[in-house]
């Protein structure tokens, strides 16, 4: 056998080695992750999902309690960030609607109400 096959070998051996300790023998365990974690593309299609059920059932409260899984932020400002990026991704525009009436209604319920006494 010439040096290179020998060199090739190794390294085949090396790389199956690596692989089937990384995936059979110890593979990571990811346990009580929560949605908070999620890179921002996952949020966007969090709250795109959030919103879609908005649409359906009407339910401001039950939305925002989704959002707030996402993190500390409020509700409106989770929101906000995800139509940002869902803009910059390419997201359809039935897509941005539905994120942008959910948006629409969480600003309308954290706008104070005025009443009619002084």
Not at 93 to 102: F, K, N, P, T, V
Request: no cysteine.
């Amino acid at each position: 056998m010439t040096r290179w096959v020998r060199f090739l070998l190794a390294i085949l051996a090396g790389i199956a080695l690596g692989l089937l300790y990384g995936w059979v023998i110890s593979p990571v365990n990811y346990v009580d992750t929560t949605p908070d974690t999620l890179r921002i593309d996952y949020k966007t299609d969090y709250v795109l999902m959030a919103a879609e059920s908005y649409q359906r059932d009407s339910s401001l409260d039950l939305a925002a309690r989704r959002l707030a899984l996402l993190g500390n932020l409020p509700p409106a400002e989770i929101v906000s960030q995800a139509i940002i990026f869902a803009q910059k991704a390419g997201y359809s525009d039935a897509d941005l609607g539905l994120m942008q009436s959910l948006l629409a209604g969480l600003q309308a319920q954290n706008t104070p109400q005025e009443t009619g006494v002084p």
